[in-house]
């Protein structure tokens, strides 16, 4: 009897909890014959780079890596809105460099709001971590492509600052 019910209760793999994927932006951008220590150098000017539309924290640069937070501030478009998510979407940019070639990756995207009730979490979330009452699909939705959007243009701004001699960086034109 015992045997029988060690049999039974055993998980098989379509019973297992199916793992989904992160959603990253990642890219492996080719240099014309740049050593690494250069292109370290122009991560770690892009990361100390202040930006107007969004604020950068946690700047570290190690070895060949530079990697920070990056966070933009969102609100509602609508005058009343039924769920209000102002907040801020968060997410994480490291910048790793090879002679000849660097990657970025984006990841950890999230959203957090400003009250803590309406926050909806990781956008690989199905449903919002505060609840599809709170939230409603068309608002998640919105909120996701926005914010998918803000990563989008932090891509453009990476790979315009790597192009950014390390030499050039942080002279000011007034």
């Not at 992160?22 to 740049?34: A, C, I």
């Not at 640069?61 to 102002?86: M, Q, R, W």
């Not at 997410?91 to 709001?113: G, P």
């Not at 979490?121 to 699909?137: A, F, K, L, T």
């Amino acid at each position: 009897m015992f045997l029988s019910g060690m049999l039974f209760s055993q998980v098989t793999e379509d019973d297992a909890p199916k793992l989904h994927k992160e959603t990253k932006v990642t890219e492996v951008v080719p240099t014309d014959s740049l050593p690494g220590a250069e292109l370290h150098k122009r991560a770690v000017n892009w990361v100390k780079l202040e930006s107007a539309r969004y604020g950068k924290t946690n700047g570290i640069a190690t070895g060949s890596k530079a990697e920070c937070t990056i966070t933009f501030h969102v609100k509602p478009k609508e005058l009343n809105p039924v769920c209000d998510y102002e907040g801020k979407v968060i997410m994480k940019v490291t910048i790793e460099c090879k002679d000849n070639k660097y990657k970025y990756t984006i990841s950890n995207i999230h959203h957090a709001s400003n009250c803590g009730r309406s926050s909806a979490g990781s956008v690989d979330n199905v449903v919002p971590e505060c609840g599809s009452m709170i939230m409603s699909d068309l608002v998640w939705k919105k909120l996701k492509g926005e914010a998918l959007a803000k990563a989008a243009s932090v891509v453009n701004e990476i790979k315009e600052g790597m192009k950014i001699k390390s030499t050039e960086a942080g002279k000011d034109e007034w």
